[in-house]
C-alpha cells in the first residue's frame, strides 16, 4: 500500500490533467457502448418506416453520428497528446526526486553500490514507470466502463446466456491473476539484470584505457557476455510467462465465443432469443472483450512499471546516514581550531578502523599524516566534513561538534584537493567554478592565476571556453590537478585538506603544484596526507599512523632524531633499504 500511496501522490500536481484525461476516456468509452445500441433501434423502430421519412431522417442521424465521432476524435487526441504528457512530467519529477534524493546519500551508500545500476533506474526504470502513469488508469477505466456497460446491456438482451459469459469470464480472471503473481517476480528479475548490464558498460567504458593496456578486451567481452545472457534468459523466462498468459486468455475468449454460439443457437430454437437480438449479442460480446484484450496487454506493461517503481522507492525510502541534527546551527566566522576527541570508527563492520584517536590542531597550523596504506589516514580527514559521521568520540571545528553544525555551512568551510581529480565534462570556466558558482570571471581569472594554470589556459584554442572532455581527458594530471587547486582558491576555505595531491605526478609537475598548495596554504588550517615526504618537511607537526594507531608525533626533525617509524620511511624514500639495514 505504501508503494502505491506513493505512487497515486504523483498525480497531485496534475488533477486536472488526469480528471480531464478520465472523463475524455469515459466519452470514447459511451461513443464505442452506443454505437450497437444506436443500430439496434434503428433496425428495429426507424429503418421499417416510409422510405421517404427514413431518407430525411437519416440527414439528421447521420450529422448526429459524425457529431459524435468528432467528439470522440477531439478525446482520443487528448488522450493520446496530454495523457502522454502528464506521464512525461510525472516522469520527470520522478527523476528529479531520484537525482535530489541521490545527492544527499552518504558516501557509505556509493561505497556499495554501483553507478551504472543507479543510472538504470534514472533511465530505464523510470520511462516504463511513465507509462504506467499514464496509460494504467486510462486502460483500467475505459475497460471497466466497456465491460461494465456492455455486461449490462447483454443482461437486458438475455440473462441466461449473459450468465454464461460470466462463468467464463470469472475462470479467465483467475487464471490471469496467477500468471501475474509470477510475471511480477520475473519482471523485477528482468530490471535487476538490466542494471547489471548498464553497471558492466559502465566500469567497461570508463575504464577502455586500462582495458587497452592490458589488451583485455577479450576478458570484458566475456564479462558483457556473461551479463547479457543472463538477461537474455531472464527476457526470455518472462516471454515464456506472456506466452502462457496471452495463449490462455485467448483460449477463454475462444470459449466466449463457443459459448455464444451454442446457448445462443439453444435459446434461438426454444424461441426466447431473436436473431436480431443475437445479432447485436455478438456486437456487444465484441466490446466486451475487446477491453479484455486490452487489460491483458496492459499487464505486461502494468508489471514493468510496477517493478520500475519499487526499484525506484528502494532509493527514495533509503535514508541518508549524515543529515542536519535538529538544533543544527551555521558555522560562521571559522578560525580552524580542530579537534579528535577520543575518536573510533568502523565502517560497519567490526573490526575498527580507527582506535582513540586524539587530535588536537590549532588556527593556521599545517599538520601532516604519514603511514602506510590502510592505516586510516584519509578516513580521519573524511570525517572532519562529515562524509563519514565517528562511531565514537567527537570532532569539533573551534569547539564546536561538527554533528551540531549544518552540513552545508560546515563542507562550505573546508576545501579539498585529493589524488584522483575528478573533471565535469564542460570548459575549463565551468570546471574552475565549481568552487563557487557564482564567481565573476574576473575571480577565476585570479584563482587560475594562484594555481599557476593562468598561463597554460591562454594558450588553448579558446581560453577559459575550451572544452576539456568527459573527465577532463584532453589535460594532463598535473593540468587538472591545478585546476582543482584553483576551485579551492575559488572557494577561499579557512580549513584545507590535502589528500596526497602530488603523489601520482612527475617531477616537475609536483614543484609548480608544490608551489601552489604552500601559496594555498597560507594562513588556513591544513591537513596534508603525505605520500611524497619531501613535500612535508615544513609542517608544523607530523603525525605518523599505522594500523594500531597513533606511533609518533612532532615535527620533521623532531622524527628524525628518534630514528623510529617516520625515520624507516624517510630512509626508504631518500636513502634507500640498504642505509635502513645498516
Not at 146 to 153: E, L, R, T
Not at 332 to 360: A, Q, R
Amino acid at each position: 500500500m505504501n508503494i502505491i500511496t506513493r505512487f497515486l501522490s504523483y498525480y497531485k500536481p496534475y488533477r486536472f490533467l488526469f480528471f480531464t484525461d478520465m472523463v475524455c476516456a469515459f466519452l470514447v468509452s459511451i461513443v464505442d457502448l452506443s454505437f450497437p445500441l444506436i443500430l439496434s433501434y434503428l433496425s428495429k423502430n426507424f429503418f421499417i418506416r416510409d422510405k421517404s421519412v427514413v431518407l430525411e431522417g437519416l440527414i439528421y442521424i447521420g450529422i448526429a453520428l459524425v457529431a459524435m465521432y468528432i467528439l470522440k476524435y477531439f478525446c482520443q487526441y487528448f488522450i493520446a497528446s496530454w495523457g502522454h504528457i502528464m506521464g512525461a512530467r510525472m516522469e520527470n519529477n520522478m527523476r528529479s526526486d531520484l537525482f535530489n534524493h541521490l545527492q544527499k546519500l552518504s558516501f557509505s551508500y556509493y561505497d556499495n553500490n554501483n553507478t551504472g545500476q543507479m543510472m538504470s533506474r534514472l533511465v530505464s526504470d523510470l520511462f516504463d514507470i511513465s507509462e504506467l502513469a499514464h496509460h494504467g488508469p486510462e486502460n483500467v477505466f475505459i475497460s471497466l466502463v466497456k465491460i461494465i456497460g456492455s455486461f449490462v446491456i447483454l443482461l437486458f438482451i438475455n440473462v441466461k446466456m449473459t450468465l454464461i459469459l460470466f462463468l467464463v469470464t470469472i475462470a479467465m480472471v483467475v487464471f490471469s491473476v496467477c500468471k501475474n503473481k509470477k510475471m511480477q517476480y520475473i519482471f523485477l528479475d528482468n530490471r535487476k539484470k538490466m542494471a547489471n548490464i548498464n553497471a558492466s558498460v559502465q566500469d567497461s567504458l570508463e575504464g577502455i584505457r586500462a582495458v587497452k593496456s592490458f589488451g583485455n578486451e577479450d576478458l570484458e567481452e566475456r564479462k558483457f557476455s556473461k551479463n547479457n545472457d543472463e538477461y537474455l534468459n531472464s527476457r526470455a523466462d518472462s516471454y515464456k510467462v506472456m506466452g502462457e498468459f496471452i495463449a490462455g486468455n485467448s483460449f477463454f475468449q475462444g470459449i466466449l465465443y463457443v459459448s455464444i454460439i451454442v446457448s445462443g443457437g439453444i435459446f434461438f430454437t426454444e424461441g426466447s432469443l431473436r436473431i436480431s437480438d443475437l445479432a447485436v449479442y455478438a456486437l456487444y460480446v465484441n466490446i466486451f472483450i475487446n477491453p479484455i484484450d486490452i487489460l491483458i496487454n496492459f499487464a505486461e506493461q502494468f508489471q514493468k512499471g510496477y517493478a520500475g517503481f519499487r526499484r525506484f522507492m528502494e532509493i527514495i525510502e533509503t535514508e541518508p546516514e549524515i543529515i542536519d541534527s535538529k538544533d543544527a546551527v551555521v558555522l560562521e566566522n571559522v578560525k580552524g581550531d580542530i579537534e579528535y576527541k577520543n575518536v573510533y570508527f568502523n565502517y560497519h563492520s567490526k573490526h575498527n578502523v580507527l582506535n582513540n584517536i586524539n587530535v588536537s590542531i590549532k588556527a593556521g597550523e599545517n599538520i601532516a599524516l604519514v603511514g602506510p596504506s590502510g592505516a586510516g589516514k584519509t578516513t580521519i580527514c573524511s570525517l572532519l566534513p562529515r562524509f563519514y559521521d565517528v562511531t565514537g568520540g567527537a570532532v569539533t571545528i573551534d569547539g564546536k561538534d561538527i554533528r551540531n553544525l549544518t552540513i552545508e555551512s560546515l563542507r562550505n568551510s573546508i576545501g579539498i584537493v585529493q589524488q584522483e581529480v575528478y573533471m565535469f565534462s564542460g570548459t575549463v570556466k565551468e570546471n574552475i567554478k565549481y568552487g563557487r558558482p557564482d564567481a565573476s570571471d574576473e575571480e577565476v581569472i585570479k584563482a587560475a592565476k594562484e594555481a599557476n594554470i593562468h598561463e597554460y589556459i591562454m594558450t588553448l584554442p579558446k581560453g577559459y571556453d575550451t572544452y576539456i572532455g568527459q573527465h577532463g581527458v584532453k589535460l594532463s594530471g598535473g593540468q587538472k590537478q591545478r585546476i582543482s587547486i584553483s576551485r579551492v582558491f575559488l572557494k577561499n576555505p579557512p580549513i584545507l585538506i590535502l589528500d596526497e595531491a602530488t603523489s601520482a605526478l612527475d617531477n616537475e609537475s609536483e614543484r609548480f603544484i608544490q608551489n601552489s598548495l604552500e601559496k594555498l596554504s597560507k594562513n588556513r588550517t591544513t591537513i596534508v596526507i603525505a605520500h611524497r615526504l619531501s613535500t612535508i618537511r615544513n609542517a608544523d607537526e607530523i603525525i605518523v599512523i599505522d594500523n594500531e594507531g597513533i606511533k609518533e608525533r612532532g615535527n620533521h626533525e623532531e622524527l628524525l632524531r628518534k630514528k623510529g617509524l617516520y625515520f624507516y620511511y624517510y630512509n626508504m624514500q631518500f636513502q634507500g633499504l640498504n642505509s635502513v639495514s645498516n
